[in-house]
């Protein structure tokens, strides 16, 4: 009895052999009968009808429901294929979706021509087409802020906008903030409180502050930290990074007031600064959360 189960256990595991080993290969067939299928397709829409009428042919022989699964898909009546799928799909004009594009992006003040595909972002545009290496690649999911860059004077992760997405709007990295050679005041100011340590997440940081001081949002540290959240220092350069940014805004006010005397001959309103500007953004503790909601839905 031992005997007999035995074999009766192996002939059961080499029925089940045969069994995925036919499976296996009827799954190969079905995958090339597709394959042949949809390049028979493009050649037709080509208008090569040699090619198109030989690849439908190997392709029925090899699996027929293959290619008529693959006829459904690709949204061609199939009532023009009934017989011969070659001689239906002569002259017929496939829909299929654009896959490279040429695009104009205006960088740094600069227009460059570029070919790209649908899928590139516009961090491997500039990076690797256009060779701007200041926006950093971190996460490539939005999470680090490496990658931020100016668009329009927005503050946006190049990680999450395709390449297409930006034409016809001005993109500013990190190297144009210093056309003639001078440090912008944010980069200036970077320097002076020592807000970096390996400084691999800088050029996002500074992005960051730019556009934040432009939104009127480095008004407190507690603004500051709150709008910067989304740029991450893996080193912990965070409470020099804000002295940072509030010197950058300040040096900002004092400027635009400086111009505001010049052209009225009035005094600038002193900006808040300090426990005003703690107390005007606290004093209301209903108002709070109000503004802080609106403030997350604008950014």
Same mark, same amino acid.
């Not at 199939?78 to 017929?92: E, F, I, K, L």
């Not at 545009?125 to 860059?149: E, N, P, S, Y």
């Not at 944010?186 to 556009?211: K, L």
């Not at 509030?246 to 808040?272: F, I, L, N, S």
């Given at each position: 009895?031992?005997?007999?189960?035995?074999?009766?256990?192996?002939?059961?595991?080499?029925?089940?052999?045969?069994?995925?080993?036919?499976?296996?290969?009827?799954?190969?067939?079905?995958?090339?009968?597709?394959?042949?299928?949809?390049?028979?397709?493009?050649?037709?829409?080509?208008?090569?009808?040699?090619?198109?009428?030989?690849?439908?042919?190997?392709?029925?022989?090899?699996?027929?429901?293959?290619?008529?699964?693959?006829?459904?898909?690709?949204?061609?009546?199939?009532?023009?294929?009934?017989?011969?799928?070659?001689?239906?799909?002569?002259?017929?004009?496939?829909?299929?979706?654009?896959?490279?594009?040429? $695009?104009?992006?205006? *960088?740094? =003040? #600069?227009?460059?021509?570029?070919?790209?595909?649908?899928? %590139?972002?516009?961090? !491997? @545009?500039?990076?690797?087409?256009?060779?701007?290496?200041?926006?950093?690649?971190?996460?490539?999911?939005?999470?680090?802020?490496?990658?931020?860059?100016?668009?329009?004077?927005?503050?946006?992760?190049?990680?999450?906008?395709?390449?297409?997405?930006?034409?016809?709007?001005?993109?500013?990295?990190?190297?144009?903030?210093?056309?003639?050679?001078?440090?912008?005041?944010?980069?200036?100011?970077?320097?002076?409180?020592?807000?970096?340590?390996?400084?691999?997440?800088?050029?996002?940081?500074?992005?960051?502050?730019?556009?934040?001081?432009?939104?009127?949002?480095?008004?407190?540290?507690?603004?500051?930290?709150?709008?910067?959240?989304?740029?991450?220092?893996?080193?912990?350069?965070?409470?020099? $990074?804000?002295?940072? *940014?509030? =010197? #950058?805004?300040?040096?900002?006010?004092?400027?635009?007031? %400086?111009?505001?005397? !010049? @052209?009225?001959?009035?005094?600038?309103?002193?900006?808040?600064?300090?426990?005003?500007?703690?107390?005007?953004?606290?004093?209301?503790?209903?108002?709070?959360?109000?503004?802080?909601?609106?403030?997350?839905?604008?950014?």
């Amino acid at each position: 009895p031992r005997l007999s189960r035995f074999r009766q256990r192996r002939t059961q595991k080499g029925e089940q052999y045969v069994a995925e080993e036919k499976f296996a290969a009827g799954s190969g067939a079905h995958r090339q009968a597709r394959r042949l299928a949809e390049v028979a397709l493009q050649a037709g829409s080509a208008g090569d009808e040699a090619t198109a009428g030989r690849l439908f042919a190997e392709a029925n022989r090899t699996d027929p429901q293959a290619v008529q699964d693959v006829l459904q898909e690709s949204s061609v009546d199939r009532s023009a294929h009934a017989g011969h799928a070659p001689d239906a799909v002569v002259g017929t004009q496939q829909e299929v979706p654009r896959q490279v594009f040429d $695009i104009l992006l205006t *960088v740094n =003040d #600069a227009t460059h021509r570029l070919t790209v595909d649908a899928r %590139t972002t516009l961090l !491997d @545009a500039l990076r690797d087409r256009l060779h701007l290496t200041g926006t950093k690649r971190g996460c490539d999911l939005g999470q680090c802020g490496a990658c931020t860059v100016l668009l329009d004077g927005r503050r946006i992760n190049a990680c999450l906008m395709l390449a297409v997405m930006a034409r016809g709007h001005a993109i500013t990295t990190v190297e144009g903030l210093s056309p003639d050679g001078r440090l912008h005041p944010v980069q200036q100011a970077f320097i002076e409180r020592d807000a970096f340590q390996c400084g691999y997440c800088t050029p996002g940081q500074i992005m960051s502050a730019i556009g934040l001081i432009s939104e009127g949002r480095a008004i407190t540290d507690a603004m500051i930290r709150e709008h910067m959240s989304g740029n991450i220092c893996r080193c912990g350069a965070y409470t020099n $990074i804000v002295d940072a *940014v509030r =010197d #950058a805004a300040a040096a900002q006010a004092a400027k635009v007031g %400086t111009a505001w005397q !010049d @052209a009225t001959g009035d005094a600038a309103p002193e900006p808040a600064t300090g426990n005003t500007a703690r107390q005007e953004a606290t004093h209301d503790t209903a108002l709070q959360p109000a503004l802080r909601d609106t403030a997350r839905q604008e950014v």
